[in-house]
């Protein structure tokens, strides 16, 4: 059974995304204070996080980055602010999703069941021996999970990678941003390809020498990314 834990200062609300949650067979804690959540969230196996940005003494953006640092689990955001900077700023954090209040209990079950179906396909997938990409001093080592780039060893959230991987696996040809979070996020109802952009931002910061004039990913002004081999 899943664990989830939400940190939402609003109990009427963290009450109802509980009550829904829990008839879907996971197990919720909730939490009221951010630092305590956060606390929580580091010391404990939590499954998904649900992190409300406006809790009070450390705010969701916090608690995303810090717990980002050191666990790889799908985190989700949700805020009453609708500003695209908010959304911008959580994904960049490692944030793998931003619901934007008011939203329907039914949609966060679904989110949280989509998320954790992707993880735990993820992480559940073996191989018997290393499956490489190396293109120019890139090297992906796909079964382990790990990016190095000129022996370097780079740190990758699970969306980072998947983004990464699938691009170096299918070079030189030119994918819409729709395509890419449709194949990456398998979730083509929900959610904003907004992501998509911060996410290719922060993979090239990661392994481009120079982000002006990236190497490995192309922008196609008006049509979407490249890989390029």
């Known amino acids: 059974m899943s664990k989830v834990l939400i940190v939402e200062d609003e109990e009427a609300i963290a009450d109802l995304e509980k009550d829904y949650l829990e008839l879907s067979d996971f197990t919720v804690e909730i939490e009221n204070l951010g630092d305590i959540g956060l606390k929580r969230a580091l010391e404990e196996d939590f499954d998904i996080l649900i992190l409300d940005i406006m809790v009070p003494n450390v705010d969701g953006f916090e608690i995303c980055r810090r717990v980002r640092e050191v666990k790889d689990l799908p985190i989700i955001l949700v805020s009453a602010k609708k500003e695209d900077i908010d959304k911008i700023r ?48 890139l090297r992906i080592d796909k079964t382990a999970r790990r990016v190095y780039v000129d022996d ?78």
């Open 90 to 137: 959580g994904l960049g954090l490692g944030a793998d999703d931003y619901m934007t209040k008011p939203f329907s209990p039914s949609e966060l079950v679904a989110r949280v069941k989509a998320h954790l179906a992707r993880y735990q396909r993820l992480i559940g997938s073996a191989q018997k021996e290393n499956d490489m990409i190396e293109i120019r001093g």
């Open 152 to 229: 370097e060893e780079k740190t990758f959230t699970t969306k980072e990678f998947d983004l990464l991987t699938f691009l170096a696996q299918n070079p030189n040809h030119v994918y819409k941003k729709e395509e890419l979070f449709s194949e990456i996020w398998d979730m083509e109802s929900v959610g904003d390809i907004a992501t998509v952009t911060v996410h290719i931002k922060k993979i090239r910061e990661k392994i481009e020498k120079n982000t002006a004039k990236p190497e490995y990913i192309e922008t196609i002004w008006g049509v979407g990314y490249r890989f390029r081999i």
